[in-house]
């Protein structure tokens, strides 16, 4: 009979014990619904990130639980990512090891934002492993396949989403210490950034898209914006890992890594959304992991991130109940008859990912080839189109007769 | 794998990428380097969406010539999308199958 170590069955636990945590993570996130990102996203909607993981996300749309599996998946990527986490901490002491991990897994970004089906918590996962090579890769020769490897992968992580462009430096600090000259290291980050541009220039949507996201930022005051980063940047680590970290990145003499940090908060002021706040979370582990003076106090350390941890938490109410689109597109989807469902007003592309059927923006013009109208706002003269209304669906819903 | 084939690899799909990115933005360089022409697909499309009541997230451009656009039009649902190649002229607002 073989013989297993407690040492290995107390990793295989951990492992269950974390995929639970994920599962939870997951559980929690589903229980809103698709929102309107996550649809751009399942649904391959080619803006405005390219297409290397929508496309993936895209081919898996017969999947019948096709949103739980991505939640899933991201949530246990995100949680089960502190194996590398502990690896970055593998000089330390064993306590100080722990806090390093216990500092991943109850950061407030990590929390909100590992069971969403968006692209940030995965560009922070490939910033992670960035980080990572930095910090780890002992001295390679410039022409090692470990070195082609992190190429390619900044090649993947680029065509992923836009925003991993802000570990630039990191990855060029791992080229540049790794024996490579500093006019190769220069040409090795920009030429997958050029690749970006070029696809960027291809793309008229995604164009719009960023001159929509920055003009949203624009009719915010200074204040506001400078407000919102500063309450992300603390989210982000639930507060000590946020200020450990940050201090860490600018006291660990790697300045890649504090470059990096002041880029992530130029691009928020420009184009700030709350959800970027996970991008700061690999930059904060490896500020610790490479200043470990700041764990000096880990107990205490581990303390006072449980409680902020805990506070947060117990500040943010639990969201539940999915938006109408679910409910409303479920009853539409099961009527009989052809034609196009007609919208009014504003909606999200999660009305196109619960439906079955083309969705058009309402004319009045279009009400011939339509199946039913919904009127998120008013829309008095459908009445007169042959369409009855449906009671009790918390929307106006038309149907046709 | 060595690091030489893994570097061929990564140059290699740097030349993939960029040769298939440069042939996708060629028919779209009038729209490119003329704030004119820009000015005009975008007025078009717009018009043509807004007629239409297609989202311009399910619009993707293909190609521009003085008199027509070329474009895929993709409603995205849940389960299998069609895709329709349409030729929209410019000035009289026209949609067509493409040839």
Partial sequence: MPVVSITILRRYLLVVLLQCFAILLALVQSLNGVRTDEAKYLLNIPYPHPPLLRFLMGNTEAFPFQELFWRLLFATLLVQAVWIVADLGRSLATEKRVTLCLLWLTAGSLLFQAGTVMMAPITALQGLIVVWFFLKSKKLDAGSSQLAGVALFWLASLFTAYQ????????????????????????????????????????????????????????????????????????????????????????????ELFISVLLLFTFLLVSFRAYYAVLFLPLFIAGVAA??????????????????????????????????????????????????????????????????????????????????????????????????????????????? | MSGNLLWRMFWGTCGVVACTLLLKIWPLVPMVISAETRERVRTTVEGTAAREGWLLSDIVLLSVSPETLRLAYRPHLRG????????????????????
């Fill in chain 1, 164 to 255: 991993a462009v802000l570990y630039a430096p990191v990855v060029w600090g791992i080229f540049r210490r790794n024996g490579c000259s500093s006019s190769r290291a220069s040409v090795i980050t920009v030429v997958p950034i050029a690749l970006l541009l070029l696809y960027v220039a291809g793309n008229p949507l995604a164009i719009s898209s960023f001159i929509s996201a920055g003009g949203q930022n624009a009719g915010s005051s200074y204040e506001g914006i400078t407000g919102s980063i500063v309450v992300a940047w603390l989210t982000a680590g639930s507060g000590i890992l946020s200020v450990l970290g940050t201090y860490g990145a600018l006291r660990s003499g790697r300045k």
């Fill in chain 2, 80 to 99: 299998p999308d069609s895709d329709d190649c349409l030729e929209l002229h410019t000035y009289t607002g026209t949609l067509r199958p493409c040839p």
């Fill in chain 1, 291 to 401: 200043h470990p003076a700041v764990l000096q106090k880990s107990h205490l350390v581990a303390a006072a991130q449980l409680c902020c941890a805990v506070l947060l938490l117990a500040q943010t109410p639990l969201s539940i109940g999915s938006s109408p689109a679910r409910h409303v597109m479920q009853r539409i989807n099961d009527l009989p008859g052809t034609g196009v469902v007609l919208i009014h007003g504003s909606f999200g592309h999660e009305w196109q990912y619960e439906s079955r059927i083309p969705i058009l923006r309402y004319r009045s013009a279009l009400l011939s080839k339509s199946k039913a109208v919904v009127c998120l706002e008013r829309c008095p003269e459908v009445a007169r189109y042959g369409f009855y209304q449906i009671a009790n669906m918390g929307e106006e819903v038309w149907i046709r007769r």
